[in-house]
């Protein structure tokens, strides 16, 4: 399977082939002659959409991608960050809201120096 992660702006990164692995569990209601397989591909939490196909492979070794152009389908992310906004109907890739106050970074940033100093002097 080859995928391609797009962020909302419809800027993609370069697709990617991930293997596909035949799933091990039986599935009910399976015909005898049917196989599932599956396969997980890295997506960035901000991404709005992937991309994917397939790539078939024979046993004499050719192979046909379907579709043969392009991507065939898409999956459309449930929360997504475009322009300095978090959309979609979910929360769970959003960051908190936190880290240190404004005044309190530069002093942090000085501590660090100062023992990343003293440390060279030792």
């Known amino acids: 399977m080859i995928t391609q992660v797009c962020i909302n702006t419809g800027v993609c990164f370069p697709p990617e082939t991930n293997e596909m692995h035949l799933k091990e569990t039986p599935t009910e209601n399976l015909a005898d002659d049917m196989k599932i397989f599956e396969s997980w591909a890295e997506v960035d939490r901000t991404a709005a959409y992937i991309n994917w196909k397939f790539v078939l492979h ?26 300095g906004t978090w959309g979609g109907t ?20 000085a501590a660090i120096a100062m023992a990343a100093l003293m440390a060279r002097r030792d």
């Open 58 to 83: 024979h046993e004499d070794g050719s192979s046909i991608d379907v579709p043969e152009q392009g991507f065939g389908w898409k999956h459309w992310s449930n929360c997504w960050w475009d322009n």
């Open 90 to 109: 979910d929360t769970h890739c959003q960051e908190e809201e936190g880290g240190l106050p404004g005044f309190v970074a530069p002093a942090a940033a």
